[in-house]
């Protein structure tokens, strides 16, 4: 139990810096230097923690789960995001979408690179226990895995996930202004949607269907990719 929820841990941790510091980054190559200004472009984790999203609510949910049902099922959670000044973008409405595609994009290059690593990795089996073997490819799975759920859920289109971002640089000026409107709403509209929705009608599963239709496919689709063959 304790290595693989170590392993989780350490999973989620890269994938949630590299996310949010491809954001920081991207915005400085397309002009705004706002968050190495407040020195939030950086791969410290702790930069990058919200007390109220990266430490209360996941901490509450994985107590309570390991409390009642013995594993952890679900989990939720955000860091806190990098600051963006869109007018310091050379084109603030498609600079913000390649900004916010940044995150999403990290994640998917460090699922690849986890499966990739899958190979390179069997040669160490003679020189680690089973147990350690086991740990390893858990760790890289759990990599591949995190890295998948975080950049597809940021693109869901509600703001403020990535997607919702995204569609509001698309969409013709008008018509994104007021889709970008949804954004003071959108946390709780997530929320509400995937968590709070389900707990009331319990046929109600789109997390499930997220998951099963969206980032299992995903999830063999590396895999191939990564010249793993047939999975």
């Not at 397309?30 to 407040?38: E, R």
């Not at 490819?137 to 990599?143: A, K, P, Q």
Request: charge should be positive.
């Amino acid at each position: 139990m304790l290595p693989e929820l170590l392993a989780a841990v350490l999973a989620s941790v890269i994938a949630i810096t590299l996310h949010e510091a491809a954001h920081g980054y991207a915005a400085l190559w397309l002009g705004d230097p706002t968050a190495k200004l407040m020195g939030r472009l950086s791969l410290n984790p702790i930069r990058h923690v919200d007390p109220i999203g990266t430490l209360l609510i996941p901490g509450v949910l994985l107590v309570s789960q390991l409390l009642t049902i013995g594993r952890v099922d679900m989990m939720f959670g955000w860091a806190k995001p990098v600051p963006v000044d869109v007018r310091n973008l050379r084109n603030p409405r498609s600079g913000m979408m390649w900004v916010a595609a940044a995150g999403p994009v990290m994640n998917f290059c460090l699922a690849f690179v986890a499966a990739l690593l899958v190979h390179p990795a069997g040669l160490m089996a003679g020189f680690l226990s089973a147990d350690s073997m086991a740990v390893v490819y858990r760790f890289l799975g759990l990599s591949i895995l995190v890295n998948l759920v975080l950049g597809l859920f940021n693109l869901l289109p509600i703001p403020p996930l990535d997607g919702g971002r995204i569609v509001v640089g698309l969409l013709p000026y008008r018509a994104a202004m007021a889709y970008a409107q949804l954004e003071r709403y959108g946390l709780m509209l997530v929320i509400g949607l995937l968590f709070l929705l389900p707990m009331a009608v319990p046929a109600f599963q789109p997390m499930d269907a997220f998951l099963d239709w969206i980032v299992r496919p995903a999830f063999g689709f590396v895999l191939r990719a990564a010249g793993h063959g047939a999975v």
